[in-house]
């Protein structure tokens, strides 16, 4: 026969561990940078800008790539600290395809829509 006191505390153990059990840990997860575009074109670089996504915090950096049109490759420049950043060294009159994606404790954020920009002439 159990006696009431073990009866309590075999109790209040079962009832403690559904709690415990049942408790969620809400954790945001990074959207996507929005509002992606090219804010300067010229022949050697492209300068890009985003905003910040939900659940971007003051330790996030960006990872932004970039690839001619045809290549397999992305070029990759990572932790990148500010949400503007210009990309340089590129060829006259050729297309890049661009995207960019947050990083922070909470780990990798989804890419931006991709951004295809064509370098100007030189003159």
């Not at 945001?28 to 509002?35: I, K, N, S």
């Not at 009159?93 to 951004?115: C, D, F, I």
Request: hydrophobic share 40%; proline share 5%; charged share 20%.
């Amino acid at each position: 026969m159990m006696q009431r006191g073990t009866f309590i505390a075999a109790a209040t153990a079962f009832c403690l561990s559904l709690v415990i059990g049942t408790v969620a840990l809400a954790v945001e997860t990074l959207g996507p940078p929005a509002e992606f575009q090219a804010t300067e074109v010229d022949w050697g670089h492209i300068t890009l800008s985003w905003e910040a996504p939900s659940g971007a915090t003051k330790d996030t950096t960006y990872d932004v790539q970039s690839q001619k049109t045809g290549a397999k490759s992305w070029d990759s420049k990572l932790g990148v600290p500010a949400t503007r950043m210009s990309l340089r060294g590129l060829m006259p009159e050729t297309t890049y395809r661009m995207r960019v994606r947050a990083r922070n404790a909470q780990g990798k954020g989804a890419w931006s829509r991709k951004l295809e920009v064509t370098t100007k002439r030189k003159p």
